[in-house]
C-alpha cells in the first residue's frame, strides 16, 4: 500500500501526515503536487489541512479545482481509501466528493483543542476498530458542517456519518463548531472517502498527546484487506 499526501499551496499538514503514515503505520508514502494529473503507483489519497490557496476564495473551494483532483476523483470511484482531514475535508466537499459544506464555526473563533469523538457507522474501513471514544485534536475557524436538509436525511439515513462530537470523559463539552447533528466526519456512499474535521496524523505518538489517530489511519491498511 502506498499512500498519495497532495501538496497544494498553503498546506501545512502534509508533513504531518506523511511521518504519521511513514513512521508510525509503516506505509510508504509520497508527496503529490497539486498540477500533477497522475496517481499512477498509489493506492490511496490523503488531502491535508492548512489553509490552500490561504482560503481566499472560499475554504477548499480552489483546491478542489485543481489537476490532481480530477485524479482523486477517479480513486474515489474506483473504491480506493481517500481521506481528507480538516482543510482535506473542506477541499472533498467542495470538489463533490462529499455532501455539505464547511463554514465559520458557530462561536465566530478559531478552536484548537482536543475533541473526543464516536465513531457511528462501524462497518466503515476507517471506523471498523473504533470501539471507544476517540481524542483527536482541532485547529479550525470554519469547522462547521452544514448541509440542506434533505442531504442531512440521506447522510443519517443511509449511515454515512462516521463520527460524531461527543463529551470527555470529565464531562468536558462535545461539539466544538455548531456541525449539525455533532458531525466531526462524513462518509461517501461507497464508504472508502472519509472526511474528518480533527486531525487524526497529529495523533498518532503518545509522546505528542495520543495515538488515538492511529485507529482511524488503519482504514488504508484495511484497504489491503477489504
Not at 2 to 16: E, H, I, K, T, Y
Not at 19 to 39: C, F, I, P
Not at 158 to 164: I, K, N, P, Q, S
Request: proline residues 6%; negative net charge.
Amino acid at each position: 500500500m502506498r499512500v498519495a499526501v497532495l501538496r497544494f499551496p498553503g498546506s501545512n499538514c502534509d508533513q504531518d501526515a506523511l511521518h504519521a503514515l511513514q513512521d508510525d503505520l509503516g506505509l510508504k508514502v509520497g508527496y503529490v503536487w497539486h498540477t500533477e494529473t497522475s496517481l499512477a503507483g498509489y493506492d490511496g489519497v490523503f488531502v491535508p489541512g492548512g489553509f490552500s490557496y490561504g482560503d481566499y476564495l472560499r475554504c477548499g473551494a480552489m483546491a478542489a479545482r485543481a489537476p490532481v483532483m480530477d485524479e482523486v476523483r477517479r480513486f474515489a470511484a474506483e473504491g480506493r481509501p481517500v481521506i481528507g482531514a480538516c482543510n482535506g475535508f473542506q477541499i472533498l466537499c467542495e470538489a463533490g466528493l462529499l455532501p455539505g459544506a464547511l463554514v465559520a464555526n458557530e462561536g465566530q473563533k478559531f478552536v484548537c483543542r482536543d475533541v473526543w469523538l464516536e465513531a457511528v457507522d462501524r462497518t466503515s474501513r476507517w471506523t471498523r476498530g473504533v470501539e471507544r471514544p476517540i481524542r483527536l485534536p482541532i485547529a479550525h475557524g470554519e469547522g462547521r458542517y452544514v448541509c440542506e436538509p434533505e442531504d442531512l436525511a440521506r447522510v443519517e439515513g443511509e449511515g454515512r456519518v462516521a463520527f460524531r462530537y461527543v463529551g470527555g470523559p470529565d464531562g468536558g463539552p462535545g461539539n466544538p463548531n455548531g456541525s449539525m447533528d455533532d458531525i466531526a466526519g462524513v462518509l461517501n456512499p461507497a464508504g472508502n472517502v472519509l472526511g474528518l474535521m480533527p486531525h487524526p496524523e497529529r495523533a498518532t505518538k503518545a509522546i505528542l498527546g495520543g495515538t488515538d489517530g492511529r485507529l482511524v489511519l488503519a482504514g488504508f491498511q484495511m484497504a489491503l484487506v477489504s
